[in-house]
Antibody
Framework: QVQLVESGGGVVQPGRSLRLSCAAS????????MHWVRQAPGKGLEWVAV????????HYADSVKGRFTISRDNSKNTLYLQMNSLRTEDTALYYC???????????????WGQGTMVTVSS | DIQMTQSPSTLSASVGDRVTITCRAS??????LAWYQQKPGKAPKLLIY???SLESGVPSRFSGSGSGTEFTLTISSLQPDDFATYYC????????FGQGTKVEI
């Protein structure tokens, strides 16, 4: 079935880096914009970043701009989030999500992964 | 940035109740609004998109309405499986979520 599986989370010290991956299956990955959304423990959802279906357009939340980089490899059906200069406030469960309509960027999210936990702590 | 404000933050209800959650945008977003349901330890699930379109497979007791800056999610007859946290999300500009409404017994 259509599926997204995140990986790469863990415990990291402030100021260090981490790269998350999101493997997609059972849909034409290259046709869909993809997002990262995070959720701090016990808190609500926060949008993080988006990449267009072809990888040419990217946008970031102000809270991560200049520190995080979203990318994708359509040949590997995989989405990435490179997180640099991590802060304690980046501690969260990170979800990847697919948009509802192919080739659309501004859309709702119909498929979500199970999330990967990132803990930033000294 | 567009801010989304949900009310109430917590809602106590019983099985069979009609439940309404409100979401207000800080500026007009046309009908570019979605509603999600999230249960503990699970990823969010899309219920409604474009303010009033029901996602495939979602029970018809869920409905959405509104446009511009005021939106509502209604559950016509609350079922045991519906106790969860609900989020609105705008996607007119960048993407912003409301703070969530927890529906509890």
């Amino acid at each position: 079935q259509v599926q997204l599986v995140e990986s790469g989370g863990g415990v990291v010290q402030p100021g260090r880096s981490l790269r998350l991956s999101c493997a997609a299956s059972e849909f034409i990955f290259s046709s869909y914009a993809m997002h990262w959304v995070r959720q701090a423990p016990g808190k609500g959802l926060e949008w993080v970043a988006v990449v267009s279906h072809d990888g040419n357009n990217k946008h970031y939340a102000d809270s991560v701009k200049g520190r995080f980089t979203i990318s994708r490899d359509n040949s590997k059906n995989t989405l990435y989030l490179q997180m640099n200069s991590l802060r304690t406030e980046d501690t969260a469960l990170y979800y990847c999500a697919r948009v509802l309509i192919y080739y659309e960027t501004h859309d709702a999210f119909d498929i979500w992964g199970q999330g990967t936990m990132v803990t930033v702590s000294s | 940035d567009i801010q989304m404000t949900q009310s109430p933050s917590t809602l106590s209800a019983s099985v069979g109740d009609r439940v309404t959650i409100t979401c207000r945008a800080s500026q007009t977003i046309s009908s570019w609004l979605a509603w999600y349901q999230q249960k503990p330890g699970k990823a969010p699930k899309l219920l409604i998109y474009k303010a009033s379109s029901l996602e495939s497979g979602v029970p018809s007791r869920f409905s959405g309405s509104g446009s511009g800056t005021e939106f509502t999610l209604t559950i016509s007859s609350l079922q045991p499986d519906d106790f969860a946290t609900y989020y609105c999300q705008q996607y007119n500009g960048y993407w912003t979520f409301g703070q969530g409404t927890k529906v509890e017994i």
